[in-house]
């Protein structure tokens, strides 16, 4: 028996000899060994990530479901429980679950003009795009979209209106937008899922060369001019990039920035184009001001695009608006001018705090000229009825001159205010865009 354990131990190390004979004779091997089977473990981590959310779902089929996440859609096949802008009676609704104050975007947290007041964006004077989803059904890809991959209109819960939920990889463009002016403004609101990974990209908004606008972007490696932004929020880690490509097919400029985002809050996106110079903001905070994004001998048109590693993004209320205001010279020269960029609730006098940087440019024209005093006067469009329209636009002049007052110290007896309801159309009152240049705030000198 003890000669069997002195054997045994003789075998042992004479196997441990020759292990490490081999180990030393072919590192390489090693390494390349370990990277192997590092690499397989990652594979399989990664395959066991993937099961487990299979086996999740499946699961919770027969799970009681838990609350909703403010990003919750309902997409029930013939329930459709949006809240269009151009329904009245929904809007009445959709108004008396407000808190009676301007929110952020939930109910119960108030959001004032003097959160925005470093805000200085400026929209566009005329509305040329509206895309609310009102047309669409909901589950339907919209119709007046185009994409390489798929999408679908939903509505989520303790959100107002419809919504666009993008698919995780892909390109989107909306048909009705082509080649972008000069100067333009672009706004959209946006919200995405708690679960949204920090992993690869958010949404990303694109402005490629007209010629380009194709569902066969690369929006990895495109080489053409274009300039483009990332907007990718996360739970914590939230960060927004800029690229631009000039002619010669060389990234110019490229950086990144921490995302001033709110976390399960719509979130409303602006940006403006003046020339070459290329301005985005978050909510209140301008993120980005580059001065040579875009080549000036281009024409530039728009796209969406994905690379989503897990959660889901959201966009809705989107606006496109071209031109760049001359409140100054439209007012002491011209005598009038005249704005749809002052917003308000739906149905409603209460200004929305984006409202801020016109109100602001308003503002330091009659500080600049303290001898001039103007009438303010709010129009409408055409839905609902006369009545209500003409109380609502008297309603939405005050509001405006008291904002003016107590904002921005505009003494009151400069000011006057009158309404017109929906008797002076600049639109006609068919179609989105029309419906949104005729509900504007008109300043005439007196």
Not at 161 to 182: H, S
Not at 212 to 229: C, G, M, N, V
Not at 281 to 291: A, F, G, H, Q, T
Not at 411 to 432: F, H, I, L, V, Y
């Amino acid at each position: 028996m003890k000669n069997q354990a002195i054997g045994l131990v003789g075998f042992m190390l004479i196997a441990t000899s020759a292990l490490a004979q081999v180990r030393v004779e072919n590192p390489q091997r090693t390494v390349e060994r370990n990277v192997e089977w590092r690499t397989n473990q990652k594979i399989d981590q990664g395959i066991n990530r993937g099961l487990d959310k299979i086996e999740e779902g499946v699961g919770n089929i027969f799970k009681k479901k838990p609350k909703k996440d403010p990003a919750q859609t309902t997409k029930e096949s013939g329930s459709d429980t949006s809240t269009p802008d151009n329904t009245a009676s929904n809007d009445d609704t959709a108004e008396k679950k407000k808190t009676g104050t301007t929110t952020d975007g939930t109910t119960g947290t108030p959001k004032s003009l003097k959160t925005y007041s470093k805000f200085d964006f400026i929209p566009g004077e005329k509305v040329i795009a509206i895309e609310d989803f009102s047309q669409d059904a909901v589950g339907d890809f919209p119709a007046k979209w185009n994409t390489n991959a798929s999408g679908e209109i939903v509505t989520i819960d303790g959100r107002p209106g419809k919504w666009l939920q993008f698919a995780n990889n892909g390109i989107f463009y909306p048909e009705f937008v082509k080649q972008l002016p000069e100067n333009f403004t672009l706004e959209f609101d946006m919200i995405t899922s708690d679960n949204f990974s920090e992993m690869q990209s958010g949404l990303k908004v694109f402005f490629p060369i007209i010629t380009e606008r194709t569902l066969k972007f690369d929006q990895h490696f495109a080489s053409h001019p274009l300039a483009a932004i990332d907007i990718h929020p996360t739970n914590g880690n939230s960060t927004t990039d800029v690229w631009v490509i000039d002619k010669s097919n060389e990234r110019i400029l490229e950086n990144s920035l921490a995302l001033p985002w709110q976390t399960g809050l719509i979130n409303h996106i602006s940006i403006w184009k003046q020339k070459t110079r290329l301005r985005v903001y978050v909510n209140e905070s301008k993120v980005w001001d580059i001065p040579k994004a875009f080549l000036p001998d281009l024409t530039y048109s728009l796209l969406f695009a994905t690379h989503i590693f897990d959660g889901t993004a959201y966009a809705g209320n989107l606006r496109v608006a071209v031109g760049t205001p001359d409140t100054r010279s439209k007012l002491i020269t011209d005598g009038k001018f005249s704005t749809n960029g002052i917003l308000f609730d739906v149905n409603s006098d209460k200004i929305k705090p984006e409202s801020y940087g016109v109100l602001k440019d308003i503002s330091n024209v009659l500080k600049d000229n303290p001898t001039v005093n103007v009438k303010i006067v709010g129009h409408t469009d055409s839905d609902g009825d006369e009545v209500s329209n003409l109380s609502l636009s008297k309603r939405r002049a005050a509001s405006v001159k008291i904002a003016l007052n107590k904002e921005f110290g505009i003494a009151e007896s400069r000011m006057d205010t009158t309404g017109k309801g929906e008797s002076e159309p600049t639109s006609p009152n068919t179609t989105q865009e029309g419906k949104a240049n005729n509900r504007r705030v008109e300043f005439i000198k007196l």
